[in-house]
């Protein structure tokens, strides 16, 4: 498929157009997105990239539309799994909630760029090098085994602020404690400082690198085409930071998510390695003649990466490990919601909620203890979080 240069700078023309309307208009001045704003917008760019791919069917076939769609799905939900990561660099750093969206914004811009480098890196080689779908489809397979190593292991997440750069930046430049604004750097006794913003950003896009190692090999297995996977790539980014105050609190119920994506991505390692044998060229596999093995179409493709995705959050919802964790998860949201009610909260709004924390705790008393031990970080901290909810209702009760 050839792509003129008309279309890839209108293509890159939207692209940068939406980042900055996104920049302008939502994250220049600091605000938590409300959940209806976060829905309207992660509509808005789903939408969008939906739209593009009947762009792609139409103008350029069948063939190069499922393989977008293929790659869109499968970029979608592997950063969906990198929210996670996010979320424990903001818990590790304190952002301030109102705060999150520009770290966002900053981290989608600096993974457009990074994964754009690997893109034209990457297709450089192949077209040059046909033995790189052998490296890529090993890179997959052995994230693929990292995923359920985490699971199988019970491993717990590595705290990412914690990393080398981040504390080589701490010992090098003067750093402070405290968060002034969204600001960058910021004066302390009469010197310029960083403020520990700078390194959230450090931290994102550090991340976003190893994020590209995954991700770009997933979508080359999808297809070759560097049109497709730019654009896959850029509109899965488009509207993560509205899906990340969307969902956030959800995520964790995806308690099936890794499993999924592993299999995803040994799928695609294996799709990989049979395109390698086809177009093999190293002397020592066949003596450097083509390996006629059998090759794993879009149509397939794009059907089993569907198939596992549903699977999975259906799997994480319905099952009892995905119930108890909902239970769990809503005595502690009821919970944190009461805490938070203003001083002028009427007493019908307050005994609505209570009524709620109620049933929802006893319903949470039915939740065998293996789920209980494996799911709550700290029982005593939850029975806390819970008793100060129930004990400001009752005290604002006796008034």
């Known amino acids: 498929m050839h792509i003129s240069g008309l279309q890839w700078a209108v293509t890159i023309a939207v692209i940068l157009a939406l980042l900055a309307y996104d920049f302008f208009f939502h994250v220049r001045k600091p605000h938590e997105p409300t959940i209806r704003e976060a829905a309207v917008w992660s509509a808005f760019y789903v939408g969008i990239a939906l739209l593009f791919g009947l762009v792609i069917l139409i103008w350029d076939g069948p063939q190069f539309g499922a393989e977008y769609y293929g790659g869109y799905i499968t970029e979608k939900a592997l950063s969906v799994d990198n929210l996670f990561v996010f979320l424990i660099i903001m818990g590790s750093f304190k952002v301030p909630r109102e705060d999150q969206q520009k770290v966002l914004l900053f981290g989608i811009v600096f993974a457009l760029i990074a994964r754009t480098a690997f893109i034209l890196v990457g297709a450089a080689a192949i077209e040059r090098w046909s033995w790189v779908f052998y490296l890529f489809g090993i890179i997959l397979l052995w994230t693929a085994g990292n995923l359920i190593k985490g699971e199988v292991t019970d491993k717990d997440e590595e705290d990412e602020a914690n990393n080398f750069i981040i504390r080589l930046?701490?010992?090098?430049?003067?750093?402070?404690?405290?968060?002034?604004?969204?600001?960058?750097?910021?004066?302390?006794?009469?010197?310029?400082?960083?403020?520990?913003m700078l390194l959230v950003m450090v931290a994102i896009g550090g991340t976003d690198i190893l994020f590209a190692l995954d991700s770009i090999p997933a979508i080359f297995g999808l297809t070759q085409e560097s049109y497709i996977v730019f654009t896959?790539?850029?509109?899965?980014?488009?509207?993560?930071?509205?899906?990340?105050?969307?969902?956030?609190?959800?995520?964790?119920?995806?308690?099936?998510?890794?499993?999924?994506?592993?299999?995803?991505?040994?799928?695609?390692?294996?799709?990989?390695?049979?395109?390698?044998?086809?177009?093999?060229?190293?002397?020592?596999?066949?003596?450097?003649?083509?390996?006629?093995?059998?090759?794993?179409?879009?149509?397939?493709?794009?059907?089993?990466?569907?198939?596992?995705?549903?699977?999975?959050v259906l799997a994480s919802l319905l099952s009892p490990k995905g119930k108890a964790l909902a239970a769990i998860q809503k005595v502690q949201r009821l919970s944190e919601q009461?805490?938070?009610?203003?001083?002028?909260?009427?007493?019908?709004?307050?005994?609505?909620?209570q009524k709620k924390l109620d049933d929802a705790t006893a319903k949470s008393r039915n939740v065998p203890q293996k789920y209980r031990d494996e799911l709550i970080d700290s029982e005593r901290e939850f029975q806390d979080l819970v008793s100060r909810a129930r004990g400001e209702h009752e005290a604002y009760m006796q008034q």
């Open 169 to 196: 930046a701490k010992k090098i430049f003067h750093t402070t404690d405290y968060y002034d604004g969204d600001k960058l750097f910021t004066v302390e006794n009469g010197k310029k400082v960083m403020t520990p």
């Open 232 to 312: 896959a790539t850029a509109f899965s980014l488009m509207g993560l930071r509205q899906l990340y105050f969307l969902i956030d609190g959800m995520l964790d119920r995806l308690i099936y998510l890794s499993w999924g994506l592993s299999a995803i991505l040994a799928f695609i390692g294996v799709k990989l390695l049979l395109h390698a044998l086809h177009e093999n060229t190293l002397s020592f596999i066949n003596d450097g003649q083509p390996v006629h093995v059998v090759e794993v179409s879009i149509g397939l493709s794009l059907t089993v990466i569907i198939g596992i995705l549903t699977i999975t």
């Open 338 to 353: 009461y805490l938070e009610l203003p001083d002028n909260a009427s007493t019908e709004e307050r005994n609505e909620l």
